[in-house]
T-cell receptor
């Protein structure tokens, strides 16, 4: 069974640009979660999508947005990139009331 | 919302010794507590979890204990091996919330 896949693995953008990160969940998983992991820090909850709807949002500005497609894959968009947005962005998927399975992440570097 | 605190932030043990990582949570309604292991360059991997209706769960060298009254839970690794070296995260989830709140992580180093 394929795990959670994220693309790209690395992304370098200039301050002010937009970044788009993609996630494909495990087959059959309907929920997708996005977390930000800045260097040396913990996992900060960004967004939760389930059945195509945004269900919950962490304490991040509106320039962090996303969506979930009918096949349950998801996209995270970060607009007007700032230097402090540099981090590892992790996607996870799950079935309701079960633990998450994480992907390997996208390393976003803003220069 | 939920607040999860994790200690220690770094832990070094000799191979074969035991390691204990502790977490506390703030929301008494939380009822699901997973532990994740993150190796360098990889995403976190679920290693063990416990629900609030049990006090302890074991899986080979790994065990988790939960004290609902005190709102804390711990990860115990016995007979540590160098491959146990990683960053470990605890997390808590409230029923219906469906998103995990993570601790700040513990970097475990097992010295051969």
């Amino acid at each position: 069974e394929a795990g959670v896949t994220q693309s790209p693995t690395h992304l370098i953008k200039t301050r002010g640009q937009q970044a788009t990160l993609r996630c494909s969940p495990i087959s059959g998983h309907t929920s997708v979660y996005w977390y930000q992991q800045a260097l040396g820090l913990g996992l900060q909850f960004l967004l939760w999508y389930d059945e195509g709807e945004e269900r919950n949002r962490g304490n991040f500005p509106p320039r962090f947005s996303g969506r979930q497609f009918p096949n349950y894959s998801s996209e995270l968009n970060v607009n007007a990139l700032e230097l402090e947005d540099s981090a590892l962005y992790l996607c996870a998927s799950s079935l309701p009331r079960y633990g998450y399975t994480f992907g390997s992440g996208t390393r976003l570097t803003v220069v | 919302g939920e607040n999860v605190e994790q200690h220690p932030s770094t832990l070094s043990v000799q191979e074969g010794d035991s390691a204990v990582i502790k977490c506390t949570y703030s929301d008494s309604a939380s009822n699901y507590f997973p532990w994740y292991k993150q190796e360098l360059g990889k995403g976190p991997q679920l290693i063990i979890d416990i629900r609030s209706n049990v006090g302890e769960k074991k899986d080979q060298r790994i065990a988790v204990t939960l004290n609902k009254t005190a709102k804390h839970f711990s990860l115990h690794i016995t007979e540590t091996q160098p491959e146990d070296s990683a960053v470990y995260f605890c997390a808590a989830e409230r029923p219906g919330a469906n998103n995990l709140f993570f601790g700040t992580g513990t970097r475990l180093t097992v010295i051969p």
